[in-house]
């Protein structure tokens, strides 16, 4: 009853305590979405605020998607992305996905993979560390960051081989780490291990 909850709940630690009024809080911030309808669209951009015009289906200025999906949205099994800015590395990568029967999604830095990552969701990213305008490792935060891209899998790639950009690139959040030059051998099997399973694929 009422009076043993309270008994029990007084000799609760105080950190637990507090992870009781976090929780409360995320369940708050949910009830903000339960009048909204899944599978319409957001009149401002959840990503960036820009309002929405045109009734379109991405942001104007990010390229978010301004689909309203509550939870994390599903991954695209057949899509990999690829984040290079050398293009004959890029069209090795390519070459490599589309042997494996997926669709190559290109970014050729680190901004563009932001934005095709919001926009496409991939089941994969593959993505160089040093790349212009924002490098691999900035645009990784900024998936990691971002509720609608966290969960994509993301394989670095880099000529660096020092410890110290390996603890940041695995702090940062990759799920893998591949040194160039690399084999196609490799690049298929680092994928096939990070890949999403077929069910958390969208139904077409």
């Known amino acids: 009853d009422e009076e043993d909850v309270t008994a029990i709940l007084n000799k609760v630690p ?7 009024r976090t ?20 009149e401002r951009c959840t990503e960036c605020g820009v309002q929405a015009t045109g009734g379109g289906k991405f942001c104007s200025d990010c390229g978010a998607s301004l689909e309203i999906i509550l939870g994390p949205p599903r991954l695209n099994a057949n899509k990999i992305l690829v984040a290079e800015d050398s293009a004959a590395t890029r069209l090795a990568l390519v ?3 589309k042997k494996m029967g997926c669709e190559a999604i290109e ?52 000529s660096i081989t020092d410890n110290q950009t390996v603890v940041d690139t695995l702090q ?7 040194v160039k030059p690399f084999t196609a051998s490799l690049i298929q099997e680092r994928v096939r291990k990070c890949m999403p399973e077929e069910e958390d694929t969208p139904k077409a």
């Open 23 to 42: 929780l409360s809080i995320e369940l708050e911030k949910d009830a903000e979405h339960r009048d909204l309808d899944e599978g319409s669209y957001y």
């Open 107 to 158: 970014a050729i830095n680190g901004s563009e993979a932001v934005r095709m990552a919001r926009k496409e969701h991939p089941g994969v990213i593959i993505m160089d560390i040093n790349m212009p305008i924002l490098n691999g490792l900035d645009a990784l935060r900024k998936i990691r960051s971002q509720k609608s891209t966290s969960h994509i899998p993301v394989i670095m790639l880099t």
């Open 95 to 97: 070459a490599i996905v």
């Open 172 to 178: 940062s959040g990759a799920n893998d780490y591949v």
């Open 14 to 20: 105080a950190h637990v305590k507090l992870i009781a």
